[in-house]
Nanobody
Framework: VQLQASGGGLVQAGGSLGLSCAAS????????MGWFRQAPGGEREFVGG????????RYADPVKGRFTISRDNAKNTVYLQMNNLKPEDTAVYYC????????????????WGQGTQVTVSS
């Protein structure tokens, strides 16, 4: 499956951004989806994940209550709505697809998108 992330940009602290990830090439509903991020000099870390039908969502502790993951299977797209952004949210954000029903929190996903930069200024 091919993944194309978009929606990154520059925002002030306290602001909001919405990321999208469009999938193509395989049956989208067969995959759970995840968002990850990687800050300069840091490791890629889990942000949020969603099951194939949207019924199960998981979030990393630093983003709970601020970020929301969702998906539209009719549009083959997964979203990440980010509110109350903080400078420490600055990173390249990646979407990923995994051939399981339930989202994993580790990086062992099968397919990855190219990443989109999110920069939060203080």
């Amino acid at each position: 499956v091919q993944l194309q992330a978009s929606g990154g940009g520059l925002v002030q602290a306290g602001g909001s951004l919405g990321l999208s990830c469009a999938a193509s090439g395989r049956t989208f509903i067969n995959y759970s989806m995840g968002w990850f991020r990687q800050a300069p000099g840091g490791e890629r870390e889990f942000v949020g994940g969603i099951s194939w039908n949207g019924g199960t969502k998981r979030y990393a502790d630093p983003v709970k209550g601020r970020f929301t993951i969702s998906r539209d299977n009719a549009k083959n797209t997964v979203y990440l709505q980010m509110n109350n952004l903080k400078p420490e949210d600055t990173a390249v954000y990646y979407c990923a697809a995994d051939r399981t029903n339930w989202p994993k929190t580790n990086i062992n996903y099968d397919y990855w998108g190219q990443g989109t930069q999110v920069t939060v200024s203080s």
